[in-house]
C-alpha cells in the first residue's frame, strides 16, 4: 500500500523535468519565428514606401508554399523518425533566416539599389521571400511534430486533463513570444534603426540553433514513449512502401506484356500511369485521410477564420505603419493582444472542465465576433489615427475568443484523430488554413493602396465570419450535442 503512492510521485516529478525543456526549447523556436513574422511587414514597408504591394506579395508567397506543401510536409512528418524530423526541421528554419536576414540587411543599407542596379533589388527581393517560405515551412514541420505529435504521446497514460494542460502552456508560450518579441523588435526598430533589428533576427538563429537542439534531444532520451512511438510509426509506414514499390510495377506489367503493340492498351498504361501517380501523390493522399476524419467541419471553421486582415499580420502591420502608428506602439498592441490570448490560454481549461470542449467552442467564437465589431465601426470614423487604434483594440480584444476556438478545435482533433493520421492531418489543417490566409494576401495585392485598405477589412470581414459561424454551428458534432434553438441553415445569421 506504502509503494503506490512513491510510483505515482515519481512520473509526475520526471515528467515535469522534461517538459520543462520541452517548453525551454519551443519558446527559442518561437521566438525567432515572431520576430521574423512582426518584422517582415516593416522590412517590404521600408524598401517599397506608399504600397502594400511588397508586403502582400510576402505573404502570398508565404501562404502558397504552406498551402502547396503542408500535406506533403505532413505526410513527411509521419514518415520520417522524430530525430531526422527534429534536425531536418532547426537546420532549415534558422538557416532560412539567417538568410532573410541577411538579404534584408543588403536592401536595406543599400537602399539605392532600387534606381542603381534593379536585378540585383529584384533578385535580392525574390531571396527575401524564398528564404522566408521556407522558414515557415519548416517551422510547420515543428509544429506538428511538437503540437500534434510529441505532446500526445507525452500526455498518454496521465488523466485526460494533463493533455489540455500541455496544449494550453504550449499555446501560451507561442503567444508569449507573439507579446515579447514584437515589443523587443518594435523599440529596436524605432530607437535603433531596421537594421539592427535584422542583425538581431540573424545572430539570435544562429546561437539558438544549438540550445534548441540540445533541449528536444534531452526530451527525446528522457521519455522512452517517445523514441517507442516513433519506431511504430516507421514499422508501420514500411509495408505499405513495400507494397506500393512491388504490387504496382507487377500489375503495370501484366498489363503491359498482355499485347506490346496494341495501340488501346499503351493508351490505357499511359492512363494507368497517371491515375496511380495521382492517387499516390503524398498530397492528394493526405487529403483524403483528411476528408475522412469525423473531425474535418471544426477543422474546416478554423481555417475559415483565417480569411481575415483583421490580426496583426503581415498587412495589417504595414497599414498601420503607412497610418503613421510607430513601430514600438505596434509592437506594444500587438503585445497586448498576445497577452489577451494568453489569457485565453488560462481560462480554457477552466471553462473546458466545465462546459465541455464543443461549448467552449461555441462560446469563444461568438465572443470573437462581438469584439470585432469595434473593427466594424472603425470604418466609419474620418479620424484615421483614430480609425487605426480602435481597430488596434477590436483585434487584440478578440483574440480571448480566437484562442480558445484554436484549442478546442486542436483538442478535438488530438481526441478524435487516430495516431496514424494525426501528422498527415495537421499538415492538412495547416494548408488549409494557409490557403484562406493567402485569399486574404490576394486580395490585399489587388487592392494594395493603403488608402483602399478599409475597404478590404470591411469585404473580409462580413463575409469570412458569416461562413465561420455557419458552418461551427450546423456541423453534425455541434448541433448533436448542443440543443440550441434551430436556426435555418439557408439564411445568413450573421449579415451586415
Not at 98 to 124: D, E, H, P, Y
Request: glycine content about 6%.
Amino acid at each position: 500500500m506504502e509503494s503506490e503512492p512513491l510510483i505515482v510521485q515519481e512520473q509526475p516529478a520526471i515528467t515535469s523535468f522534461l517538459t520543462t525543456y520541452l517548453y525551454v526549447a519551443h519558446f527559442l523556436a518561437r521566438w525567432g519565428a515572431r520576430m521574423w513574422e512582426f518584422s517582415v511587414g516593416l522590412y517590404m514597408i521600408s524598401v517599397w514606401p506608399d504600397s502594400l504591394l511588397f508586403a502582400a506579395i510576402y505573404g502570398a508567397v508565404e501562404s502558397a508554399s504552406i498551402a502547396l506543401f503542408g500535406p506533403i510536409v505532413g505526410h513527411w512528418v509521419d514518415k520520417l523518425t522524430y530525430v531526422k524530423v527534429l534536425q531536418i526541421w532547426l537546420v532549415t528554419q534558422n538557416l532560412s533566416f539567417i538568410v532573410a536576414g541577411v538579404s534584408v540587411i543588403t536592401l536595406l543599407f543599400f537602399s539605392s539599389l532600387k534606381s542603381t542596379n534593379f536585378i540585383a533589388f529584384v533578385l535580392l527581393v525574390i531571396l527575401t521571400n524564398i528564404s522566408g517560405a521556407v522558414g515557415v515551412i519548416s517551422t510547420l514541420a515543428g509544429t506538428i511534430l511538437i503540437e500534434r505529435e510529441w505532446v500526445v504521446v507525452i500526455s498518454e497514460g496521465h488523466p485526460p486533463e494533463a493533455l489540455t494542460k500541455m496544449n494550453s502552456i504550449i499555446r501560451r508560450i507561442d503567444l508569449t513570444c507573439k507579446l515579447l518579441a514584437p515589443a523587443i523588435t518594435g523599440f529596436i526598430i524605432s530607437f535603433v534603426s531596421l537594421q539592427a533589428s535584422a542583425m538581431t533576427l540573424a545572430i539570435w538563429t544562429t546561437v539558438t540553433v544549438w540550445v534548441e537542439y540540445w533541449l528536444f534531444m534531452s526530451v527525446y532520451k528522457g521519455i522512452p514513449a517517445l523514441a517507442e512511438s516513433s519506431q511504430r510509426r516507421i514499422r508501420r509506414s514500411m509495408p505499405i512502401d513495400m507494397e506500393q514499390s512491388t504490387s504496382t510495377p507487377r500489375e503495370r506489367e501484366s498489363l503491359l506484356s498482355h499485347d506490346e503493340n496494341n495501340a488501346e492498351l499503351a493508351e490505357k498504361r499511359w492512363r494507368w500511369k497517371i491515375i496511380d501517380w495521382i492517387s499516390n501523390a503524398p498530397c492528394v493522399g493526405a487529403w483524403q485521410v483528411y476528408l475522412k476524419q469525423e473531425v474535418v467541419l471544426p477543422g474546416v471553421s478554423l481555417a475559415l477564420l483565417f480569411f481575415t486582415v483583421l490580426s496583426f499580420g503581415t498587412l495589417m502591420t504595414a497599414t498601420l505603419e503607412w497610418e503613421g502608428i510607430p513601430a514600438y506602439i505596434i509592437g506594444i498592441a500587438r503585445g497586448i493582444s498576445a497577452t489577451i490570448g494568453i489569457a485565453a490560454t488560462i481560462l480554457y481549461p477552466i471553462l473546458q472542465s466545465r462546459i465541455s470542449t464543443l461549448r467552449t467552442g461555441l462560446w469563444s467564437i461568438w465572443s470573437q465576433w462581438f469584439c470585432l465589431l469595434i473593427c466594424v465601426a472603425s470604418i466609419w470614423i474620418h479620424n484615421s489615427l483614430v480609425a487605426a487604434y480602435m481597430l488596434m483594440v477590436g483585434v487584440a480584444t478578440s483574440r480571448l475568443g480566437l484562442w480558445m476556438f484554436d484549442l478546442s478545435v486542436i483538442q478535438q482533433m488530438q481526441d478524435l484523430v487516430p495516431e496514424s493520421d494525426r501528422c498527415v492531418v495537421g499538415g492538412v489543417q495547416n494548408s488549409l488554413q494557409s490557403t484562406m490566409d493567402l485569399m486574404a494576401y490576394t486580395m490585399g495585392i489587388i487592392i494594395s493602396n493603403p488608402q483602399a485598405s478599409q475597404v478590404l477589412l470591411s469585404h473580409n470581414f462580413s463575409g469570412f465570419l458569416e461562413v465561420d459561424l455557419d458552418i461551427c454551428y450546423c456541423s453534425n458534432i455541434g448541433c448533436n450535442t448542443l440543443h440550441f434553438p434551430s436556426i435555418p441553415h439557408q439564411e445568413a445569421p450573421l449579415s451586415f
